[in-house]
């Protein structure tokens, strides 16, 4: 029954789409581009019979993407590349050609290739095409944020429906748990900033956000992974602070939250999710273990094994690095055991231990920057779909502090730069309408 249902969310999701496509094919584009670089594993690639069907779907959208911005720039008399000269894109290109450049003297080369051309396909790519789709207002804004629901969304369907329970974690159709999670805690961190911090002008968005509230706090708790669960928090509680709530503000944010929790378990009843709490339990429990016994439980010291091996490495280079995934190489002689892709699940130790202190430093300025945008952002967009898609580069940040490398956290780079557009754009519509205003105003006084 759940995947019939999840199929024909799947088509109608699929239906929007065209239609969307057909009457802005830009708009279109831009959706596309989010769900298979942002969200690529919520769709059911696991039913398609061709070999890496997920991964070229996501390079056909990206050319198709690439090839419309060629198009359109031959239609307007040029290519609209401004974006390209902003501090961050620099940036950004900056730290792949560094990483790139770190393979040369990587005592893992073979491992510092691959995550460099994944950085670049996965993270590089993708914003650059975002920009090329530009420029970003609220329309665009809106576009984005709806995709990121609906996929989310989908993407708890999928945990619930394929869930395989082997231990203490479980697999979700060959889709490693903690990349679940992630997607699953997207939607349950806009879904949070919804309903806490957003009037709420329709009973029918209030049910759609609450069932994807409820999908990815499922999801969540299957996966069994704590980072997503303690970013999705970072992201609303750190917001929260930012739209400088107050007084009766946090009273209506206690009864919605109370509201949130009635509506997301009778919603959960209501749909017939076919888990009982044993079998949601295990990955609970696990998160609620792993975070009862901070630094003591053994994925925790494995972390602060790696921690330690990543910062010996970027002091005993004299601060330069020893390249681009040469931390696999040196753990892996630390303990004595044969080489794997290892990293130090810390993307700024990371950078560090393998880029030096100018990777270090690179990577640093690009989160500021971008988390910088999204609370710029959050504050003179209120209400309005901008507000949720500023909780993600937190999100994505605090997510990249737990686990995944560089190029595997392509999430917090896509958000982040996603918000340093956002920031460009809607700063060119508020200084227009600025200046509608006064003029409005000058014609008025004379």
């Given amino acids: 029954m759940l995947t019939l249902i999840y199929l024909l969310i799947l088509a109608l999701a699929v239906a929007s789409w065209a239609r969307l496509s057909w009457r802005r094919l830009r708009l279109g584009l831009i959706a596309a581009v989010v769900a298979t670089s942002v969200t690529l594993g919520a769709f059911p690639w696991d039913l ?49 050609v560094l990483m790139a450049a770190a393979t040369a003297f990587s005592p893992a080369p073979g491992y ?79 879904a949070l900033v919804y309903l806490l911090y957003m009037p709420v002008r329709s009973v029918r968005r209030l049910l759609a956000i609450v069932a994807v509230l409820a999908l990815g706090a499922v999801g969540l708790g299957l996966s069994g992974s704590r980072g997503p669960v303690a970013a999705s928090l970072t992201a609303v509680l750190a917001l929260g602070s930012v739209l400088t709530l107050r007084g009766r503000v946090w009273l209506r944010v ?73 931390f696999a190489a040196l753990y892996a002689a630390e303990r004595g055991s044969e080489e794997t892709r290892d990293y130090p699940h810390n993307f700024l130790l990371e950078a560090a ?59 917090m780079w896509i958000f982040l730069g996603l918000l340093v557009l956002v920031r460009a754009g809607l700063g060119r519509e508020l200084r227009w309408a600025e200046r509608a205003d006064r003029g409005l105003a000058a014609a008025l006084g004379s």
């Fill in 48 to 96: 398609v019979p061709v070999d890496r069907a997920a991964t070229l779907t996501q390079f056909a959208v990206l050319l198709a993407a690439i090839l419309y911005a060629l198009a359109r720039s031959r239609a307007s008399g040029g290519v609209k590349l401004g974006f390209v000269m902003r501090p961050f894109t620099l940036g950004l290109l900056a730290v792949g």
């Fill in 112 to 190: 510092g290739v691959t995550k460099t051309a994944l950085f670049w396909a996965r993270s590089v790519v993708p914003y650059l095409v975002l920009g090329l789709l530009g420029p970003w207002g609220e329309r665009e804004v809106r576009v984005a944020v709806v995709t990121l629901l609906v996929t989310s969304a989908l993407m708890g369907l999928r945990m619930i429906d394929a869930y395989d329970q082997s231990g203490e974690r479980v697999a979700f159709a060959n889709l490693y748990s903690i990349a679940a999670g992630r997607i699953a805690g997207i939607g349950v961190t806009a």
């Fill in 254 to 326: 206690a009864l919605r939250t109370c509201l949130a929790v009635a509506l997301v378990a009778s919603y959960a009843l209501a749909i017939g999710i076919p888990l009982t709490p044993s079998q949601v339990a295990p990955g609970v429990a696990r998160i609620v273990q792993r975070s009862m016994t901070l630094g003591a439980n053994r994925s925790d010291m494995g972390r602060l094994e790696r921690y330690r091996v990543a910062v010996d490495a970027f002091v005993a280079s004299d601060f330069l690095g020893v390249g681009t995934g040469g």
């Fill in 353 to 411: 231990a393998e880029l030096g202190v100018v990777g270090l430093a690179l990577v640093v300025g690009l989160v500021v920057s971008g988390v910088a945008a999204a609370l710029w952002v959050a504050r003179r967009q209120p209400g309005k779909h901008a507000v949720l898609l500023s909780a993600m580069p937190i999100y994505g940040a605090a997510n990249a502090l737990f686990s995944y490398d560089l190029a595997g956290n392509y999430q």
